[in-house]
């Protein structure tokens, strides 16, 4: 069941822009984890972000979240065609099932 | 690396065809899931395990069933497959509560 939201749904921007992805969630969360997902692939991991965790980097790539907003923002630096995917945050239900939101579909043009 | 294998690809089958989808992880994590993936739909949890032998109903579980006889394999199994389950289907592990979630390649399975 999807019950995140992601927004914006759909963002285009040109090489060397940044994009920024917005999440938000209903319930309290463990962790906040980030995924790519190129066309017809498979989910990659990018970010996991615990609640007691306010910002996280990994490369290009920084992370926050705001427990008080139930937000996330995932800001893609520096953006390359190569980015160009769909990406989604999940939040960690009991088992550590994840819960997804709708995804970002992110076109980046060279 | 962390390693989610799944056997196939791209498979095609027959309305009323017994399906297994297999799934191998290589880091004895003790979580696997199975999620389908359809466009409008997002991705869908339709069973979980979280040990040897035991499994959960995720949100969408009628129509499947899952193996799991040992640790590192998770099979989903669609026992009379039928058109509406034509679809991507992603395998998933994980260890304890709160860790990375790492998910295989998926496969397509198209029903005829």
């Known amino acids: 069941s999807q019950q995140g939201e992601e927004d914006p749904q759909a963002l285009s921007i040109q090489e060397g822009e940044n994009a920024t992805m917005n999440c938000s969630y209903k319930?309290?969360?463990?962790?906040l984890q980030w995924y790519r997902q190129n066309s017809g692939r498979g989910l990659v991991h990018l970010i996991l972000?615990?609640?007691?965790?306010r910002e996280k980097h990994s490369g290009r790539l920084r992370v926050t979240l705001d427990t008080s907003k139930k937000s996330s923002s995932l800001l893609i630096t520096a953006s390359r065609a190569a980015d160009t995917a769909s990406y989604f945050c999940a939040r960690t239900g009991g088992y550590n099932k994840l819960i997804f939101g709708a995804g970002t579909r992110l076109a980046v043009h060279p | 690396d962390v390693k989610v294998t799944q056997s196939s690809r791209y498979l095609v089958k027959r309305t009323g065809e017994k399906v297994f989808l297999e799934c191998v992880q290589d880091?004895?994590?003790?979580?696997m899931f199975w999620y389908r993936q359809d466009p409008g739909l997002g991705l869908r949890l339709i069973y979980f395990s979280y040990d040897v032998k035991m499994k959960e109903k995720g949100d969408i579980p009628e129509g499947y069933s899952v193996s799991r006889e040992k640790k590192e394999r998770f099979s989903l199994i669609l026992e009379s497959a039928s058109t509406n389950q034509t679809s991507m289907y992603l395998c998933?592990?994980?260890?304890?509560?709160?860790?990375?979630?790492?998910f295989g390649e998926g496969s397509w399975l198209t029903v005829v």
């Open positions: 319930t309290s969360i463990n962790n």
């Open positions: 880091m004895d994590h003790e979580n």
């Open positions: 972000i615990r609640s007691n965790e």
């Open positions: 998933a592990s994980g260890q304890g509560q709160t860790d990375t979630i790492y």
